[in-house]
Nanobody, 115 residues
Framework: QVQLVESGGGLVQPGGSLRLSCAASGSIYRINNMGWYRQAPGKQRELVATITNGGRSDYADSVKGRFTIFRDNAKNTVYLQMNSLKFEDTAVYYC?????????WGQGTQVTVSS
């Protein structure tokens, strides 16, 4: 069983920054991708960023240049540094761990960008 625990969401003004964290625990296959997805009200869940355990990252076009994903493999933790936040970044952000066998999801953390 794998558990993902997210933290770091909150309320921020446009142009501000937040850092999300997601710690994985349990039986984790060492070769995995970790990532962040988000879901805004009335919209489908969408990819924000992913990173392999080797450190290769990929981003949605809407966040390139503003968000940075990184991970600490020793701690089985993935982070999402979000800068220059915009109103349209408001969503519930979900952590994901993907292995050859399965996908695991966190409970989600709310990010609200508002003035």
């Amino acid at each position: 069983q794998v558990q993902l625990v997210e933290s770091g969401g909150g309320l921020v003004q446009p142009g501000g920054s937040l850092r999300l964290s997601c710690a994985a625990s349990g039986s984790i296959y060492r070769i995995n991708n970790m990532g962040w997805y988000r879901q805004a009200p009335g919209k489908q869940r969408e990819l924000v960023a992913t990173i392999t355990n080797g450190g290769r990252s990929d981003y949605a076009d809407s966040v390139k240049g503003r968000f940075t994903i990184f991970r600490d493999n020793a701690k089985n933790t993935v982070y999402l540094q979000m800068n220059s936040l915009k109103f349209e970044d408001t969503a519930v952000y979900y952590c994901n761990l993907h292995t050859w066998a399965s996908d695991y999801w966190g409970q989600g953390t709310q990010v609200t960008v508002s003035s």
